[in-house]
């Protein structure tokens, strides 16, 4: 009986806040409602997983200094967490609720079908200069070239399509942020190791005489960010033997074909001297990192556990305000072809950093007010509104003429030196063709820091599997891009049946669907020669 009258007392007191909650709740609804319905301005949303110090802070304000100039638009900035945003955004989408600007995910082939589908293609505006940089030096230069990079990155430009879907707000560099007291008491000197060797040196001493300590505080995405950046500038010579074009870049559909036509395989020498490199930088790093996430690497670095921290500038505001410690920053330098088995393969100097920029913003093709987003992105990366943008941001800016803050600009990558991977279809060792190599890649990465593990087991798993992974990302690939053919062959014949200006856009996108069908055809050929053989 006891028992029953104190479930019933928990019951009473559960619905007693549950009405004043709900009432409450209502109350609050219902002062939103009737703010809105007082409010006759264009309401403008964007969507964006940026979370790090100051960054909700930066978008804000841009929405505030936009509204200054364009009373009659309200902006909100809308911060969702990184982890569900690709659940919430694909929910949103799909139910024609999603914000009129949205950051998103366009890195595999499989994607390229959501960007017809869901965003807008932003050529036609991008050839246009900037209307926000009158008065500027870049006053009449086409809104897309005054980008560092040109927009010519993977993220905004779909190499499929031909097309450019999105603007970038930010340029950044990776780096291995490093505690500077820890290296000060461990080598006596503050400044960071000169070569790959006595990068790993470093490592050994910090195992031996400092076991309370970590060389570099692992998490997976950022370690196998490290290790897919210098497997590929380790070997750069070796792909370019795959620059079959002759333009001193390659990129990844020539690599992996020649895979398929047996021009290299996992017994490649390069290719094991980039394992063993992947390997070495594995050791670095905090034991079980694969298991481990972004914000236990950063915890354990600025709590002084770990001498260092691979990451991105964009961290680099979060990591100063948190650490009691100077922070320095530098690249781990390529292996030289000396520092056996991890040189001899490498084009020297490698550049620290590729001229490409970040964080890029897509117009959902079902926004009521395409126009003014195309305002708004106009004012975020004006030379006035990207320079705001990045200072109280601490980025690093997009648009050329806009300067680096002074936090900033000692990290700022060198340029000098060689690149030879194309920025719009950049391949990736690891990551490669897409989302079957990299599962067979990444899945068994454990095997190389296993006690029973190393080198060779891993290339073992790799040999039995590359080929097939290979050919079914490539056949995912030729499927998408026929079905995106087809979708363009129709755009193009309505455009030249309209104005003048959709014929002239017409004629100029014809050579383009011309060129991306050679290399359709040509990647068909490729697929089908070995079951042919």
């Not at 500038?313 to 410690?325: I, R």
């Not at 490409?356 to 006035?384: C, W």
Request: proline share 5%; net charge negative.
């Amino acid at each position: 009986m006891n028992i029953r009258l104190a479930h019933a007392r928990w019951l009473v007191i559960g619905l007693l806040v549950l009405l004043v909650y709900g009432g409450a709740s209502w109350v609050q609804l219902d002062r939103i409602l009737a703010e809105t319905r007082d409010d006759d301005r264009i309401v403008l949303r964007f969507a964006h997983w940026q979370l790090e110090a100051g960054m909700r802070e930066a978008f804000e304000n841009a929405a505030q200094r936009y509204m200054a100039l364009h009373p009659g638009v309200r902006v909100e900035p809308m911060a969702i967490p990184g982890n569900v945003y690709t659940q919430w955004l694909n929910t949103q989408l799909i139910g024609e609720t999603a914000p009129d600007i949205v950051m998103f995910d366009s890195r595999f082939s499989a994607e390229v079908q959501q960007m017809t589908r869901f965003f807008e293609p932003l050529s036609r505006w991008l050839v246009q200069p900037n209307p926000y940089n009158r008065g500027t030096p870049l006053e009449n230069v086409p809104w897309r070239l005054t980008f560092l990079d040109g927009l010519r990155n993977r993220a905004t430009y779909n190499e499929q399509l031909r097309d450019y879907f999105a603007v970038s707000l930010c340029s950044h560099a990776m780096l291995m942020f490093y505690n500077r007291d820890l290296m000060t008491r461990i080598t006596g000197s503050p400044e960071p190791p000169a070569t790959f060797t006595d990068w790993l040196a470093l490592g050994e001493k910090i195992r031996a005489d400092h076991p309370d300590l970590v060389h570099v505080a692992g998490a997976k995405d950022y370690s196998v960010w490290l290790m897919a950046l210098l497997a590929n500038q380790s070997v750069t010579r070796w792909l370019l033997q795959a620059d079959h074009g002759l333009r001193y870049a390659v990129n990844g559909t020539d690599l992996y074909t020649d895979l398929l036509d047996g021009r290299w395989d996992v017994d490649t020498p390069a290719l094991q001297t980039a394992l063993h490199v992947i390997h070495a930088v594995g050791r670095q790093m905090t034991p079980g990192f694969l298991q481990l996430d972004k914000s236990t690497a950063l915890e354990s670095f600025v709590r002084g556990e770990a001498v260092s921290l691979f990451s991105g500038t964009w961290d680099y505001p979060s990591l100063e305000a948190l650490a009691d410690f100077e922070v320095g920053g530098f690249m781990v330098p390529v292996p030289t072809a000396t520092e056996s088995p991890y040189g001899g393969h490498a084009l020297l100097p490698a550049v620290s950093g590729t001229l490409s920029t970040a964080m890029p913003f897509f117009v959902n093709r079902q926004s009521a007010h395409q126009a003014v987003a195309i305002d708004f992105l106009h004012y975020l990366t004006s030379m006035e509104g990207n320079a705001r943008f990045a200072r109280e941001g601490r980025l690093m800016p997009a648009i050329l003429g806009v300067e680096t803050g002074p936090a900033l600009r000692r990290f700022k990558p060198q340029y000098e030196g060689h690149v030879v991977t194309t920025t719009n279809d950049g391949l990736s060792l690891m990551y490669g063709t897409g989302p079957e190599y990299t599962r067979l890649w990444l899945s068994h990465l454990h095997q190389l820091f296993a006690p029973n593990g190393g080198v060779e087991p891993y290339r073992r798993t790799l040999r039995d599997s590359l080929h097939a992974a290979v050919v079914a990302d490539l056949g995912i690939q030729l499927k998408n891009r026929f079905v995106n053919l087809r979708q363009r062959d129709v755009v193009l014949a309505a455009l030249s049946h309209l104005n003048e200006n959709d014929r002239q856009e017409a004629r100029h996108q014809y050579s383009a669907q011309h060129l991306m069908e050679f290399h359709t055809y040509r990647l068909q050929l490729r697929l089908n020669e070995p079951a042919q053989r």
